[in-house]
């Protein structure tokens, strides 16, 4: 390793924040102005960002927590939580995987991940900057020479302000909703992408290679920017169940799209659900928005397999005339697992047009809901849309719903909607074990047809473990 | 090799086997007929495993193996195959898929490798022509949209790539046409041999003009009332079962 890499690694490390003061670093449970202040300053952030924090703080204060959602969980008292904490210290972490929770071990090789990345993953104190900084930084040169900037949003703040001052909170606002503006006052890192004119973004980009990326903390920000005609495909999240301790995780995802470009983003979304009981799951609540100028394209693709409850929606404007936006989704629930998901298709211009296809699939106790809005507004003339929603019942204890919302206020608007729910059957299992498969390969088989239409659209490697991921999280639903 | 002897059985808490008892060796074509309701479709639900149909009384021994004790998936890796009467369709799941499934499910119970793709297509693609159905319901969901005489089939193609020790034919021939009942003929006949052996559940005389059974038996009210050689098809063709109802009565 050159010494211009070790550098690179040891400034790496300042930046992801090992080496602050750590005794100090920790701020105790509760909400306040000083905390914002606080907060700020930690990440030396400037005085605009600041203001634009605390303008968040006010709206929230003013709000309450939705209750619409058709999920029940044991109140959230945000009192009680710390909004700013150091990532642990590499003394603090688990010396090896043989102080890793054995069940966590068993899921990774079930998995498949190599003996390396489950350490990572499971937050061992394994030295992985000094493994990856090659990696990473023919990744960063390769993205530099195409002008394509990404990076983290501390960094983004730091090193493009005016692209961040410009467009954050430009899709959601601070005032969208309740966790949207708690995420807006006290977020603590994420990602940020700029893709320059007419730039095809040369790789898939995927938080994996961004190494500070475990410890971005339960307040996510994301911003990207597709600038004209570029393209874009971003990968979140990794099949592999991530350790986190922090049980409340309010994300905020804004896609801007300009004339011509095309985002995709693509989900796997697997954190803890909790045990069989649902006890100690995370609570995802999570705002994804994309905005869409003249011709552009937005495509979210996700796999929702994990967290005890999930409240997400990623949703697309489709401002400029011609936009297109599609959702893929496949939630799966098992056990104790309660998901109120779907996405919002708001058509604002001429001819846009949105697909959504949606897979639910409920097993165990677990509760599965679709909700979805189409709107067509006044001068979305030519304007369609084409919804698919499926839902499949595993055993005879679990529940799905689906609440569509349909608002069409331009008589030339055309909206389809198709729904079915169907159960896997006693004689399609009877087929399968007579033909020699055990329930539990039956079981994945029959679900991985079922979610097919969607996995098509996840990049082919995320596809390959998301059928794996299934299957994984599916144990124990059957006999 | 399968020796059942006075099976009771029960669907839904109803007694449908009532001292059932016949002896399959190896290579041997056993037909089963028998009026509806007599109990020909449960007997190979019975031996295939099917929840919900439960053995009250006799024994059933495959292989030397008690068959009652064993779970369905663990019966058909012993080698009991049942085509069955109603096909079940898996949307969304291509043919292909299922096969592999079940073909790499049978292999790893005798300790094999699962058959890598290229060799699985080529054969999977022999047994679609052997049946005469075309290639392209491969890549089709399992049994999804396909005609009655498809299904069929299908099932045929499926215990061609299984290979099973015991195939059970639950009135395979119901419903196909004179051509498609001659494939499903040719196949079942290109599958026999000394060790192999197979148990046709019918109501028609019809498909024993195409394969010829070594032994004929007759259901009746959940009992074998009457056994022969392929003669006893031809006469109950032309007198009906009644006689034989008679005769036991």
């Not at chain 1, 079930?110 to 030295?127: C, F, N, R, S, Y």
């Not at chain 1, 936006?325 to 604002?348: C, P, R, W």
């Amino acid at each position: 390793m050159s010494q211009e890499h070790i550098d690179q690694a040891i400034e790496r490390e300042y930046a992801a924040g090992f080496v602050t003061d750590i005794e100090s670093d920790t701020l105790p449970p509760g909400l306040n102005e000083d905390v914002i202040r606080f907060i700020s300053a930690k990440k030396e952030e400037p005085e605009w960002l600041l203001e634009w924090r605390l303008e968040a703080f006010r709206v929230w204060s003013e709000m309450t927590e939705p209750e619409w959602a058709h999920v029940e969980y044991p109140r959230v008292y945000f009192d009680q939580i710390s909004y700013y904490s150091q990532p642990k210290s590499m003394e603090d972490r688990p010396q090896s995987l043989d102080e890793v929770d054995p069940e966590l071990i068993a899921t990774y090789e079930k998995l498949g991940i190599p003996l390396h990345e489950q350490a990572v993953l499971a937050g061992v104190a394994v030295d992985v900057v000094f493994d990856s900084v090659s990696v990473t930084t023919t990744f960063r040169e390769k993205l530099a020479d195409a002008g394509v900037l990404f990076c983290s949003i501390s960094e983004a703040v730091k090193e493009y302000p005016d692209l961040v001052r410009k467009y954050l909170g430009s899709v959601v606002p601070r005032k969208d909703n309740f966790y949207a503006a708690l995420n807006s006052a006290v977020f603590s890192d994420g990602s940020f992408v700029y893709i320059p004119k007419g730039v095809r973004c040369p790789m898939e980009l995927s938080t994996y290679f961004r190494i500070n990326e475990a410890n971005t903390g339960q307040f996510e920000r994301t911003l990207i920017i597709a600038d004209e005609a570029s393209h874009v495909s971003y990968l979140e999240g990794c099949t592999a169940p991530m350790r986190d301790e922090n049980q409340l995780h309010a994300a905020v995802v804004e896609l801007v799209c300009l004339d011509d470009a095309e985002i995709k983003y693509s989900t796997v979304q697997n954190w803890y659900p909790g045990d069989a009981e649902g006890k100690g799951g995370i609570y995802n609540f999570v705002t994804k928005r994309g905005l869409a100028h003249r011709n552009a394209k937005i495509s979210w693709t996700q796999v929702e397999t994990g967290s005890a409850v999930t409240w997400k929606y990623p949703s697309c404007i489709l401002r400029g005339d011609n936009s297109v936006g599609e959702f893929y989704s496949v939630a799966l629930t098992n056990n104790m697992q309660q998901a109120d998901t779907g996405t919002k298709m708001i058509h604002l211009g001429k001819n846009t047009s949105s697909t959504i296809i949606s897979k639910g699939i409920s097993a165990g106790k677990s509760s599965n809901a679709y909700r979805g809005l189409v709107r067509m507004s006044p001068k979305a003339a030519g304007a369609r849309n084409y919804t698919q929603c499926d839902s499949l019942l595993i055993g005879d204890k679990c529940a799905a719903h689906t609440f569509p919302y349909i608002e069409s206020r331009n008589p030339s608007a055309v909206i389809e909607h198709e729904a079915t729910t169907s159960k896997v059957s006693d004689d399609q299992l009877y087929l399968c074990q007579q033909r020699g498969m055990d329930a539990e390969k039956a079981v994945s088989m029959i679900v991985n047809g079922f979610c097919k239409e969607v996995f098509k659209e996840l990049p082919m490697e995320f596809a390959v473990e998301a059928g794996k991921l299934l299957e994984v999280s599916l144990e124990g639903s059957v006999g | 090799m399968l020796k059942i002897d006075n099976l009771h059985a029960q669907v839904d808490g109803k007694d449908i086997l009532k001292g059932l008892s016949l002896e399959v060796k190896a290579g041997e074509v056993h037909a089963i007929m028998g009026p509806n309701g007599s109990g020909k479709s449960t007997l190979g639900h019975v031996l295939a495993g099917r929840p919900g149909y439960t053995a009250s009384a006799g024994t059933v021994s495959f292989m030397g193996q008690d068959v009652l004790q064993l779970e369905t998936e663990e019966r058909a890796h012993l080698g009991i195959f049942l085509a069955f009467q109603y096909p079940v369709e898996i949307p969304g799941v291509s043919n292909m898929e299922f096969l592999k499934a079940s073909v790499d499910a049978m292999r790893e119970h005798r300790s094999l490798e699962p058959l890598d793709t290229v060799s699985f297509m080529k054969q999977a693609r022999e047994a679609s022509k052997a049946v005469d159905l075309d290639p392209a319901f491969l890549k089709r969901g399992v049994n999804e949209g396909f005609s009655g005489g498809e299904k069929k089939r299908n099932e045929l193609m499926q215990m061609m790539l299984l290979e099973p020790t015991l195939g059970i034919l639950d009135e395979t021939d119901s419903g196909l046409d004179i051509d498609a009942l001659q494939v499903v003929a040719n196949g079942v006949n290109a599958m026999r041999s000394p060790e192999r052996s197979f148990i046709l559940v019918t109501h028609y005389q019809r498909l024993l003009d195409y394969i010829e059974p070594d032994f004929v038996h007759v259901l009746s009210d959940g009992r074998i009332v009457k056994s022969g050689d392929k003669s006893l098809a031809l006469e109950l063709e032309e007198k009906g079962y009644g006689w034989i109802e008679d005769e036991v009565a």
